[in-house]
């Protein structure tokens, strides 16, 4: 799986449902190479712990092979990598196959699959629509978060590669389905 971007964003407060709100869903593309820290991803904005963060959230990475599907359902949006607040976006990425406790290496970096992303109403600030957030919870396109093992640098063109499966893990996938029918 190879990393098509990586992408950083900073705190934005933007009136969403006539609200004032602090938000880091905003990423872009940087051209450096980004350091995945022990609990984040250095230089990047994350507002709330509570739910982003953290040793079993420190990176969100996003599959580029989703795009496609939600550019048909929002096609008056400007795309770029990093919509869907990912950090790092790679070129495929399947929840059905990684399970959580497959572990790869990633740049100079190692890291963990642990979680499903179930999104929050800050997706639907990102959208300019609060029905993605439904939306993406009924699909199985929920990107994959990571601990950090051992910290490092990645950038673009850096490849997500497998160096230990779980054997006993369920896929991140599976994982999805069972908080979605809770």
Request: overall charge negative; proline content about 6%.
């Given at each position: 799986m190879k990393v098509l971007s990586v992408n950083l964003g900073e705190r934005k407060k933007v009136t969403w449902k006539g609200k004032e709100v602090e938000t880091g869903i905003f990423k872009f593309?940087?051209?450096k190479s980004i350091f995945l820290n022990t609990e984040t991803v250095d230089n990047d904005a994350v507002v709330d712990r509570r739910y982003h963060g953290g040793e079993r959230k420190a990176v969100y990475m996003y599959g580029h092979n989703h795009y496609e599907f939600w550019?048909?359902?929002y096609p008056n949006l400007e795309w770029?990598?990093?919509?869907f607040g990912?950090?790092?976006t790679v070129e495929h990425l399947d929840e059905h196959e990684i399970k959580?406790?497959?572990i790869y290496k990633i740049g100079e970096a190692i890291v963990e699959a642990t979680i499903p992303r179930e999104p929050c109403f800050k997706l639907g600030i990102r959208f300019n629509d609060a029905k993605v957030v439904k939306q993406f919870f009924l699909e199985d396109k929920s990107g994959v978060y990571f601990k950090i093992i051992q910290p490092g640098n990645v950038q673009e063109g850096d490849v997500l590669e497998l160096i230990e499966k779980a054997e006993n893990g369920k896929t991140i996938n599976e994982i999805y389905v069972e908080k979605r029918n809770r």
């Open positions: 593309p940087v051209e550019q048909k359902h770029s990598n990093g919509m990912e950090n790092i959580s406790g497959d």
